[in-house]
Protein backbone atom coordinates (compact mmCIF):
# COMPACT_ATOMS: atom_id res chain seq x y z
CA UNK A 1 0.00 0.00 0.00
CA UNK A 2 1.47 3.30 -0.71
CA UNK A 3 1.15 5.73 2.13
CA UNK A 4 3.23 9.01 3.12
CA UNK A 5 6.93 9.33 2.25
CA UNK A 6 9.23 10.65 5.35
CA UNK A 7 9.02 14.34 3.96
CA UNK A 8 5.69 13.97 5.23
CA UNK A 9 3.84 14.11 1.56
CA UNK A 10 2.17 11.26 -0.17
CA UNK A 11 3.95 8.63 -2.22
CA UNK A 12 2.69 8.21 -5.55
CA UNK A 13 -0.68 6.48 -6.17
CA UNK A 14 -1.43 7.00 -2.05
CA UNK A 15 -4.24 9.28 -2.84
CA UNK A 16 -5.00 7.07 -5.75
CA UNK A 17 -5.37 3.90 -2.85
CA UNK A 18 -7.33 6.08 -0.66
CA UNK A 19 -10.12 7.55 -2.92
CA UNK A 20 -10.70 3.95 -3.75
CA UNK A 21 -11.45 3.48 -0.61
CA UNK A 22 -13.25 6.03 0.06
CA UNK A 23 -15.32 5.03 -3.01
CA UNK A 24 -14.74 8.35 -4.86
CA UNK A 25 -12.89 9.50 -8.18
CA UNK A 26 -11.95 12.97 -7.04
CA UNK A 27 -12.13 15.52 -9.81
CA UNK A 28 -9.77 17.79 -7.94
CA UNK A 29 -7.02 15.81 -6.28
CA UNK A 30 -6.02 18.45 -4.04
CA UNK A 31 -9.27 18.58 -2.05
CA UNK A 32 -8.48 15.15 -0.59
CA UNK A 33 -4.67 16.13 -0.02
CA UNK A 34 -5.77 19.09 1.71
CA UNK A 35 -8.01 16.81 3.67
CA UNK A 36 -5.11 14.95 5.30
CA UNK A 37 -2.67 17.77 5.66
CA UNK A 38 -2.58 18.93 9.58
CA UNK A 39 -1.53 22.28 10.03
CA UNK A 40 1.65 21.86 11.34
CA UNK A 41 2.53 20.11 7.52
CA UNK A 42 0.67 23.53 6.10
CA UNK A 43 1.87 26.81 4.16
CA UNK A 44 -0.80 28.51 5.19
CA UNK A 45 -3.48 28.25 7.66
CA UNK A 46 -5.74 27.84 4.65
CA UNK A 47 -4.15 25.09 3.16
CA UNK A 48 -5.17 22.78 6.14
CA UNK A 49 -7.80 20.47 7.05
CA UNK A 50 -9.39 22.92 9.11
CA UNK A 51 -11.92 24.71 6.48
CA UNK A 52 -12.47 21.18 4.89
CA UNK A 53 -13.08 19.92 8.84
CA UNK A 54 -15.37 23.13 8.97
CA UNK A 55 -17.64 21.90 6.42
CA UNK A 56 -17.18 17.82 6.79
CA UNK A 57 -18.44 18.72 10.13
CA UNK A 58 -22.15 20.16 8.83
CA UNK A 59 -22.28 17.74 6.20
CA UNK A 60 -21.98 14.53 8.69
CA UNK A 61 -24.67 15.92 11.06
CA UNK A 62 -26.89 16.52 7.83
CA UNK A 63 -26.49 12.88 6.29
CA UNK A 64 -27.07 11.68 9.92
CA UNK A 65 -29.96 13.97 10.99
CA UNK A 66 -32.15 12.94 7.81
CA UNK A 67 -30.88 8.99 8.19
CA UNK A 68 -32.08 9.68 11.78
CA UNK A 69 -35.67 10.99 10.83
CA UNK A 70 -36.55 8.31 8.33
CA UNK A 71 -35.32 5.35 10.79
CA UNK A 72 -36.90 6.93 13.80
CA UNK A 73 -40.45 8.71 12.62
CA UNK A 74 -42.18 8.72 16.55
CA UNK A 75 -39.05 9.62 18.18
CA UNK A 76 -39.20 12.99 19.84
CA UNK A 77 -36.18 15.71 19.05
CA UNK A 78 -34.42 15.52 22.17
CA UNK A 79 -34.28 11.49 21.65
CA UNK A 80 -33.07 12.32 17.86
CA UNK A 81 -30.53 14.92 19.13
CA UNK A 82 -28.87 12.52 21.38
CA UNK A 83 -28.34 10.01 18.53
CA UNK A 84 -26.57 12.65 16.82
CA UNK A 85 -24.79 13.56 19.66
CA UNK A 86 -23.40 9.77 19.85
CA UNK A 87 -23.09 9.22 15.90
CA UNK A 88 -21.04 12.14 15.20
CA UNK A 89 -19.14 12.78 18.75
CA UNK A 90 -15.17 12.16 18.23
CA UNK A 91 -14.73 8.66 19.17
CA UNK A 92 -17.04 7.60 16.62
CA UNK A 93 -15.33 9.61 13.91
CA UNK A 94 -11.90 7.67 14.90
CA UNK A 95 -13.53 4.68 15.15
CA UNK A 96 -14.47 5.14 11.02
CA UNK A 97 -11.08 6.37 10.36
CA UNK A 98 -9.45 3.81 12.03
CA UNK A 99 -11.08 1.65 9.62
CA UNK A 100 -9.42 3.08 6.82
CA UNK A 101 -6.55 3.44 8.15
CA UNK A 102 -7.05 7.66 7.58
CA UNK A 103 -3.86 8.05 9.81
CA UNK A 104 -1.35 6.39 7.13
CA UNK A 105 -1.97 8.86 4.77
CA UNK A 106 -1.78 12.03 6.90
CA UNK A 107 0.57 14.86 5.74
CA UNK A 108 2.54 15.92 9.23
CA UNK A 109 5.25 17.82 10.14
CA UNK A 110 8.34 15.82 11.08
CA UNK A 111 7.60 16.64 14.63
CA UNK A 112 4.28 15.95 15.01
CA UNK A 113 4.60 12.41 13.39
CA UNK A 114 7.62 11.23 15.22
CA UNK A 115 5.48 12.20 18.26
CA UNK A 116 2.74 9.98 17.11
CA UNK A 117 0.13 12.47 16.02
CA UNK A 118 -1.09 10.26 12.99
CA UNK A 119 -2.30 7.84 15.81
CA UNK A 120 -4.18 10.84 17.60
CA UNK A 121 -8.34 9.89 18.09
CA UNK A 122 -8.86 13.79 18.01
CA UNK A 123 -6.30 14.32 14.92
CA UNK A 124 -8.00 11.08 13.13
CA UNK A 125 -11.39 12.53 14.22
CA UNK A 126 -10.98 16.42 12.69
CA UNK A 127 -9.25 14.74 9.55
CA UNK A 128 -12.45 12.35 8.60
CA UNK A 129 -14.76 14.88 9.02
CA UNK A 130 -12.29 17.14 6.18
CA UNK A 131 -12.51 13.76 4.07
CA UNK A 132 -16.25 14.22 4.03
CA UNK A 133 -16.01 17.75 3.75
CA UNK A 134 -13.77 17.45 0.51
CA UNK A 135 -16.11 14.62 -0.99
CA UNK A 136 -19.21 17.11 -0.42
CA UNK A 137 -17.06 19.75 -2.43
CA UNK A 138 -15.78 17.13 -5.15
CA UNK A 139 -18.75 15.28 -5.93
CA UNK A 140 -21.87 16.97 -3.83
CA UNK A 141 -24.17 15.49 -1.52
CA UNK A 142 -24.09 11.97 -3.20
CA UNK A 143 -20.62 11.71 -2.87
CA UNK A 144 -20.68 12.50 0.48
CA UNK A 145 -23.82 9.86 1.16
CA UNK A 146 -21.95 7.63 -0.44
CA UNK A 147 -18.99 7.24 1.79
CA UNK A 148 -20.87 8.42 5.20
CA UNK A 149 -24.46 5.99 5.20
CA UNK A 150 -22.06 2.62 4.48
CA UNK A 151 -20.38 3.69 7.68
CA UNK A 152 -22.81 4.86 9.94
CA UNK A 153 -26.26 3.03 9.21
CA UNK A 154 -24.85 -0.34 10.59
CA UNK A 155 -23.58 2.16 13.79
CA UNK A 156 -27.49 3.75 13.92
CA UNK A 157 -28.95 0.72 13.37
CA UNK A 158 -27.13 -0.65 16.23
CA UNK A 159 -28.88 1.74 18.89
CA UNK A 160 -32.25 0.77 19.61
CA UNK A 161 -32.77 2.77 22.17
CA UNK A 162 -31.90 6.69 22.25
CA UNK A 163 -28.72 7.14 24.42
CA UNK A 164 -29.39 8.24 27.89
CA UNK A 165 -28.49 11.81 28.83
CA UNK A 166 -25.83 11.89 30.65
CA UNK A 167 -26.63 15.32 32.53
CA UNK A 168 -29.52 13.90 33.67
CA UNK A 169 -28.42 10.13 35.10
CA UNK A 170 -25.61 12.27 36.63
CA UNK A 171 -27.81 14.33 38.48
CA UNK A 172 -30.18 11.31 39.01
CA UNK A 173 -27.32 9.56 40.96
CA UNK A 174 -26.32 12.19 43.06
CA UNK A 175 -29.95 13.49 44.16
CA UNK A 176 -30.43 9.55 44.85
CA UNK A 177 -27.63 9.66 47.34
CA UNK A 178 -28.23 12.94 49.14
CA UNK A 179 -25.46 14.69 47.57
CA UNK A 180 -25.84 18.31 46.37
CA UNK A 181 -26.07 18.72 42.54
CA UNK A 182 -23.23 18.44 39.92
CA UNK A 183 -21.08 21.74 39.34
CA UNK A 184 -20.13 22.51 35.95
CA UNK A 185 -17.62 25.00 34.45
CA UNK A 186 -15.46 26.16 32.12
CA UNK A 187 -11.45 25.01 32.58
CA UNK A 188 -10.34 25.55 28.66
CA UNK A 189 -11.33 27.20 25.55
CA UNK A 190 -9.01 26.50 22.38
CA UNK A 191 -9.01 27.05 19.01
CA UNK A 192 -10.27 30.03 16.46
CA UNK A 193 -13.01 32.12 17.21
CA UNK A 194 -15.55 30.95 14.87
CA UNK A 195 -14.79 27.58 15.56
CA UNK A 196 -13.78 26.76 19.42
CA UNK A 197 -13.74 23.37 21.52
CA UNK A 198 -14.90 23.65 24.90
CA UNK A 199 -14.01 21.75 28.14
CA UNK A 200 -15.77 21.36 31.06
CA UNK A 201 -15.47 20.18 34.37
CA UNK A 202 -17.73 18.09 36.20
CA UNK A 203 -17.49 18.02 40.03
CA UNK A 204 -19.92 15.78 42.78
CA UNK A 205 -19.14 16.62 45.96
CA UNK A 206 -17.08 14.01 47.52
CA UNK A 207 -15.31 12.79 44.23
CA UNK A 208 -12.92 13.89 42.26
CA UNK A 209 -13.95 15.91 39.14
CA UNK A 210 -14.12 14.42 35.11
CA UNK A 211 -13.50 16.69 32.32
CA UNK A 212 -14.79 16.71 29.13
CA UNK A 213 -14.64 18.68 25.39
CA UNK A 214 -16.70 19.75 22.85
CA UNK A 215 -17.95 22.17 20.21
CA UNK A 216 -20.30 23.64 22.43
CA UNK A 217 -20.70 23.85 25.79
CA UNK A 218 -23.19 21.80 25.95
CA UNK A 219 -21.86 18.84 24.24
CA UNK A 220 -18.94 19.17 26.75
CA UNK A 221 -20.83 18.84 29.64
CA UNK A 222 -22.36 15.83 28.12
CA UNK A 223 -18.85 13.93 27.42
CA UNK A 224 -17.87 15.18 31.27
CA UNK A 225 -21.06 13.77 32.73
CA UNK A 226 -20.63 10.34 31.20
CA UNK A 227 -17.14 9.66 32.17
CA UNK A 228 -17.68 10.80 35.71
CA UNK A 229 -21.12 8.69 35.82
CA UNK A 230 -18.85 5.71 33.78
CA UNK A 231 -16.22 6.40 37.49
CA UNK A 232 -19.16 6.60 39.66
CA UNK A 233 -20.00 3.13 38.60
CA UNK A 234 -17.38 1.21 40.55
CA UNK A 235 -18.41 3.46 43.53
CA UNK A 236 -22.01 1.02 43.46
CA UNK A 237 -20.21 -2.15 42.95
Not at 90 to 110: N, P, Q, W, Y
Request: charged fraction near 25%; hydrophobic fraction near 45%.
Amino acid sequence: MATAHESGRPADGALDDLAERLGHRFEEPRLLREALTHPSAAGKPAQSYERLEFLGDRVLALIVSDRLLARFPQEAEGALARRLAALVRRETLAEVAGDLALGDFLILAKAEREAGASANPALLANACEAVIGALYLDGGLVAARGFVEPRWTPLLEAERTPPQDAKTSLQEWAQGRGLPLPVYRETRREGPPHEPIFTIEVVVAGHAPAEGAGRSKRLAEQVAASRLLARLAGVDE
